[in-house]
Structure formats: C-alpha cells, structure tokens
C-alpha cells in the first residue's frame, strides 16, 4: 500500500455538500484501478469531484504523487484547473461546438500548448483510440461507444496523473457496453498512475478494477479485491450486488446466533462473536418436506413471498427464520408446485455457510 | 325534449381534422373571435395604409435626397456602435448577473433592467443630468478634458446605449443561467482556467442567444427616438437618427417621412425573420 509520502493517491477527507458527508480514507498506487462501487447517493461522485478540485475538502488532505492538492488543515487548495487529474465524466460532457480532434486538443491548449504542438498531440491520442477517422465529427454524430472513447482521449490528452472515470460505461447500450469494456480495461491498463472507476455494476468493477472500494452513506464500507468482495460482502448491500445472502450474528462455539432471527450450526469455522455469514443462492436446497435432521446441515422452515424468472433458474423469495433468496431450476418450481404462500424446507451443508469477521477497511 | 342534440353538419376535412387531433370540436368560442379579429385589423391596417400610401414611383430619389441617406446612414452607424458597446459591456455584466453571488444582486439585475420599463424620454434627461455640461460627471470632462457629450453623435450612441443594452444583457442572462455548467466544470478539468473556460466553452455554447440578443438591441438602438432627441438633439447629418428624421418629415415632405418609415419596416422584418426560431415558434420561448 502506498503511503502519503510515496507516488500514487493518498486520500483521508471529509467532504461534505450541503447536509451530506463524505468521510473517506484510502490509498490508490500507480498504475492501479480502484473500483468505486455504491448505491445512489453513497458520495461516490462527490468522491470524484473533491478529488479534481471541483470541491474542496471540508477536513482533512489529498496527496497525489507526494505533492498535496488540497489541505483544509493549512487551506492549500490546487485549483481543478491547475491538477493533473484527468475525469472522463457520466454523460461525457464532450463540448458540442467542436470536433473530435478539438475537443481532444483542448487539454494541451489549455495547459499552454501551442496549436501545433496541441494538434499532434489529439493526433496521437485519436490514432492510439482508433478514433482518427472520426477527428472531424461533431460530438452530436457519435454513437455512445465512440464518444466515450473521445472522452477518454480527451481526458487522457491533457497527460493526467490522476484518472477519474465516473461511470464510464453507463450510458451506453448493454450490447456495446461489452465491447466497450474490454476495450477500456485495454486502455487502462496501460495507465501509468491511479484511475478511479466509479460505477454501480459489480461486474464491471470485477472486469475493470485491481480493487473495490465499496461506498454507503458516505463511508467506505468494504475494501479489497473484488474476488473477496464476491465471496465475503461486508455488508447487505454488497451482498446483494454479488448475489449472496448475508446474515450478520453472534458465534458461540458451532453455533451461530443471527441477530434477524435463526440460528446456524457450522462446526469449525473458527470464528468467535460478531460475524456474518454468506451463503449463495443455488447452495440452499428446497424441498415440500421436512429432510431428515444431520450434524452438518442446517434446515428450517420458510414461506414463498415471490418468485422471479431469471434466464435459466427461478429465483425464490423466501421469509422464514432466516430469510432468503433461493435458486432453483423451472422444473423444480413445477415438481413442488412453488407458489407464493407455499410452505416449504430450506437446507444448507455448513460447507457452504462462509463465515468471517469484518475485516479491516471493512467499517460500517 | 330529444336526449340526442341535434346533429349539425360537420365537413370531410373537419373530421380529417378532427381524428387526427383528438379530443372533439376546437373552433373558438364565437365571444373571443370578434375582438381577435378587431386586433388583428387595429395591427395591420396601419401597416397596410403604409404600403399602400408609400410613393413607390419615387421612392429611390426620395430615399437618395441628402437627408434621408445620412439620416439612414447615421442611424445604422450609431446603432452598431450601441450594440459594439453593449456586446463588450453588457456580456460581462450578464456574466456576473447569472453566476456571481453578492449582496445586492437583486436590486443590481432590477436596475440594470429598468430602462426596459423606463419611458426613453426619461432616460434622455436623466443622461443629460449625468453627461451633460452642467451633469455629474459632465462638468468633469468638460473642465478636464474640453469634452462636451450631450448633442454629439456621441450622445446619440449613448442614448441608444443606454435604452437598448438591457435587451442583449437579459437574453445573455437567461441563456446564461440555463446553460449546463457541465461543460464548464469539464473544461476546468481540462486545465482551462476561467476565462478560457469563458472564452472557448461558454460563449460558444451560448452563440445563438448571443447573436439574439444582439439583434434584438440593434433593433431597439436603430428604432430610438426619446433618449436620442432628448440627449442628442435633431441636427441633420450629426445627430439626426431614422426616426427623428421620419418625425420632422411627415411635417415638411409627408411622402420622405413614409419612405423612411417603410425603410424601417422593411428592417423590422429581416430582424423578425432572424429571430423567428426564437420568438415566431409559437408557444415556449427556449
């Protein structure tokens, strides 16, 4: 991890806008890519903005490469235009009355390039991103996956340290949004400093990112990378972006009491008080039945709230003690005859009950 | 008594018309369509007297008779100078208007729009106590620097300065306020500092209301009378503008007076024309 002496991003801030506060510590190292992923309103765009100068630090500072751009403790602020930070922003912002090649020569020009050397500056850039054949197109005759590649040119032209992505991918159709990620994560990998990827699609933060770091409310509520993320959610909201269910508890030996109501006996896991516990979807078995009782399942009674069809496997609301999404194939639905309001058994192996503390970075 | 009203006739188009649109008969309630047609008659009858009384025969030598080119000739040079100076004063001014925030911005934005409402006449004496040789700071340039304003084609050029730049400054504001600073926090990003920003981003962006509000006082300035004839006199050749020429004429030579006047139409249009995507499409102004 980097420190804030060292290359890279420092960050330990409060930001606030209006009654909103942003209060986060972290650390990004060159050439890595830091997932920021949250729900609507978490401050993961306040993040960004704070970080390009667009909105100065309430307490706290930014290093970036050793040198500090912003410091409310001595008031040193670097103006946003003064910041080598590059933002490829939500909608592009791509200036309408100019072309392609000038909107990508507008960082160097402004930066004190002359027009030439500006000029073959946006040159490389548009070459480097396949763009040279749009280079004198409006922004207005782009389509989605061709003007975020302007952005990133535009963003990247300018010759940042820094690099801040705030949803790059949303605007765009799902049937290019693939193609243009593989190509993005190209792009980024051939960044040389930190890049801060914010977005609300887990799988994009696991294609794209080294790291997540998962926002609620304002905080930083989990830090990692995104595989441990995907198997140990810190939080419902986590859980519920990876497809898992989550149950925080006490742990008492084998036994593990859940603070929402239920119990689970999982021998082993090693783990003593507060804890959650992850469980997948398609790891809980469903059956008309009681099963016969065994040392190394867990079964409880649940009742169908609702089900959903998605693509190949139906998945079941279930409110029981605990409660639960559950994955089951359409045939099953049909040879229980699940309906909202059934009755029915859930069993899960303790094998597949993954219990652990949070961890560190993991506040919340 | 029937339940079913009696039917009238309705015409093939009117029921084209009526499916296409939807949602039963349209036609105007007959208590609104006299007066609608009493205000339209009022509107364009003078204008139709002015054409129809206009000395087509002699209109090029009446219009090249000496008074009437430079009166022409001294309003269209006057008004551009008025719309030069408003477009160099006033667009920062709307600047400040639409993004800055002080104490007394309210009253600021009243008073600089004031001589919208203000008669020009008003206006004229006003800039007369201001400007004038006994004026606030008239006195000062005369004393100091021998400069007499008032009855100058200087003065013609503040009087319409003066009615006609609040018209360029409220377009700019509004479009000002309504532009999405989007663009300018990703200019900002870019490196561009504020007046590039300002420079290459939001007078670009806001490019057609400029060149609206710009138009429309150009017009205002070449149609002033008030201020003008108050602050800067009548004297032909140096501050005897269009209007005022039009004014003395219908007295000496009625035909000169409907030549000038049709002119000024005639400019009225091109201006409406120019304007039309912004005032003639009906409905919300943008």
Known sequence: MTHEGSDGLFVDAEVRRGTFTLSVAFAAAPGQVVGVLGPNGAGKSTLLSALAGLTPVATGRIVLDGQVIDDAGTGAFVEAARRPVGFVFQNYRLFPHLSVAENVAF???????????????????????????????????????????????????GDPALLLLDEPLSALDARTRLDVQIELRRHLSEFTGPCLLVTHDPLEALVLADRVLVLEEGRIVQEGTPAQAARRPATEYVARLVGLNLYAGR????????????????????????????????????????????????????????????????????????????????????????SPGSQVWLTVKATDLEVYTRGPGQRG | MDIVGRPSRLTARERASRSARGGGSRSAPAPLLAPALVAVAFLV????????????????????????????????????????????????????????????????????????????????VALLLA?????????YLD?????????TPLAVVMA??????????ITVEGALRSADQGFEEAAATLGATRMTVF??????????????????????????????ITFAGSFPGRTE????????????????????????LLVSVVVLVSLRDRWLRGGSVP
Request: proline fraction near 8%; aromatic fraction near 6%.
């Open chain 1, 107 to 157: 960082s160097p020009r402004a930066r004190g390039r002359g027009r030439r050397a500006a000029k073959s500056a946006a040159d490389r850039w548009l070459d480097r991103l396949g763009l040279t054949g749009l280079a004198d197109r409006k922004p207005g005759d782009l389509s989605g996956g061709q003007a975020q590649r302007v952005a990133l040119a535009r963003a990247l032209a």
């Open chain 1, 251 to 338: 742990a008492d030996g084998p036994a593990v009491e859940l603070s929402g109501g239920g119990a689970f006996v999982i021998p082993d896991h090693g783990q003593q008080g507060e804890v959650l516990v992850a469980v997948r979807p398609s790891a809980v078995v469903v059956s008309s039945q009681r099963p016969q009782a065994s040392s190394a399942r867990n079964t409880w009674p649940a009742q169908i709230a609702g089900l959903t069809l998605l693509a190949d496997r139906v998945r079941l609301d279930l409110e029981g003690q605990p409660s639960a999404l559950v994955d089951v194939t359409p045939a099953a639905v049909a040879e229980l005859s699940l």
């Open chain 2, 45 to 124: 009858l003078p204008l139709i007297a002015l054409i129809i009384r206009a000395p087509w025969a002699r209109l090029g030598p009446v219009l090249s008779g000496s008074d009437a080119t430079q009166a022409l000739q001294l309003s269209l040079l006057t008004a551009s100078a008025a719309t030069a100076i408003s477009l160099v004063i006033g667009v920062p001014l709307a600047w400040i208007l639409a993004r800055g925030s002080f104490p007394g911005q309210r009253l600021l934005r009243a008073l600089v729009t004031l001589p919208l409402v203000l008669p020009p006449v008003v206006g004229g």
């Open chain 2, 131 to 139: 400007f004038g040789r006994d004026g606030l700071v008239g006195r």
């Open chain 2, 143 to 151: 004393s100091w620097f021998g400069l007499t304003i008032p009855f």
């Open chain 2, 160 to 169: 319409e300065t003066f009615v006609a730049m609040p018209f360029l400054i």
């Open chain 2, 199 to 228: 420079r290459r981003v939001t007078v670009p962006m806001i490019a057609p209301s400029l060149g609206a509000g710009a138009v429309l006082c150009w017009a205002r300035a070449l149609g002033e009378f008030g201020a003008t």
């Open chain 2, 241 to 264: 503008t269009m209007p005022i020429s039009v004014y003395y004429a219908l007295e000496t030579d009625p035909d000169a007076a409907i030549a000038l006047s049709l002119v000024l």
